[in-house]
């Protein structure tokens, strides 16, 4: 999948590389409307390259979420699991387009759970489509950044905070640092130095 980040927009764009994500997005688009959330549902493994393992991830549109059992190293485990919809792997063709892959997930992981629907564009003859991660609580704007959907507070509002500044530890994006810092309890945005 290429995909583009519209940062301004709040959305990003997938557009198939391929006649199986042709199919997928065309099967997508027969389901959802706009406002409709897809879940997020794990990752996988992609390609390693130059010493870096990037991922693809898995997401459900119109599935009914269930649970199965599983036997593994001699524990059961019980796993969340899909039946019916339509299942997105969501893979990136170039390094660029993996990149933003990452960066969809930490923003699922950590805030948003899945992704939003949005609109649909043709470009090149090929039926792209976009997605929103997540709305923000006070404007309802479209949100794109981990930290935007992890506080479910967009930039443009977070500028507007009236900032209550505490002590206490977050993570660093995308990575299992904490660090120990001074940030806002309303939005999540660290005290500027
Ligand atoms: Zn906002
Ligand atoms: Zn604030």
Redesign the pocket.
């Known amino acids: 999948m290429k995909i583009q980040l519209d940062k301004i927009g709040g959305l990003y764009t997938f557009i198939p590389t391929s006649d199986h994500e042709i199919k997928v997005l065309s099967d997508l688009r027969k389901i959802l409307k706009a406002g409709d959330r897809v879940a997020y549902a794990g990752r996988e493994t992609d390609d390693v390259i130059d010493g870096r393992t990037y991922m693809a991830l898995h997401f459900y549109a119109g599935a009914i979420k269930t649970t199965k059992t599983i036997i593994y190293q001699k524990a059961t485990v019980t796993w969340p699991d899909y039946v019916g919809g339509v299942q997105l792997i969501l893979r990136g063709s170039e390094v660029e387009d993996k990149n933003l892959v990452c960066r969809i997930r930490d923003a699922c992981y950590f805030g948003s759970a899945g992704i939003i629907f949005h609109s649909t564009m043709e470009i090149d003859n090929v039926t792209a489509l976009r997605f929103t991660l997540m709305h ?1 609580k ?2 309802g ?1 479209n949100m794109t950044e981990t930290l935007e959907c992890e506080w479910g ?2 930039d ?2 977070a500028n507007k905070c009236e900032h209550k500044f505490t002590r206490g530890f977050m993570h660093s994006e995308g990575i299992e640092i904490i660090n120990d810092v001074i940030y806002c309890e309303t939005c999540g945005r660290v005290r500027p130095k």
């Open positions: 923000c006070h404007c704007g507070v967009c443009v509002c």
